[in-house]
């Protein structure tokens, strides 16, 4: 049963950081390719950053070289840093997962956790 739940979301500054964690069930975590993308109200999805089963991670243009992906093998946690937040960052956050890379590389997820409020205010 694949499981993505997620936490750490909250309220910021325009400049600050914050980091969301993503706890999966063992075989997702490991075998899985995983990602975030977010939403915000009236807005399309769009994928933030992914990291395959094999380590290797991509993100979005909006959000290089601001956020980065984390994992704690021990946790089977995954993690977005995320810095220099601004105002269009607001939006829910979504941990999700799939276990075919092409999918979730095209920011398409089979299966996504709860969400976590993002708010980024100026």
């Known amino acids: 049963q694949v499981q993505l739940v997620e936490s750490g979301g909250g309220s910021v500054q325009a400049g600050g950081s914050l980091r969301l964690s993503c706890q999966a069930s063992k075989y997702t975590y490991k075998s899985y390719c995983l990602g975030w993308f977010r939403q915000a109200p009236g807005k399309e999805r769009e994928g933030v950053a992914t990291?395959?089963?094999?380590?290797?991670?991509s993100y979005a243009d909006s959000v290089k070289g601001r956020f980065t992906l984390s994992k704690d093998n021990a946790k089977n946690t995954l993690y977005l840093q995320m810095n220099s937040l601004k105002p269009e960052d607001t939006a829910m956050y979504y941990c999700a997962a799939d276990y075919r890379r092409s999918f979730c590389l095209s920011w398409q997820f089979s299966y996504r956790g709860q969400g976590t409020q993002v708010i980024v205010s100026s």
């Open positions: 990291i395959d089963s094999d380590g290797s991670t």
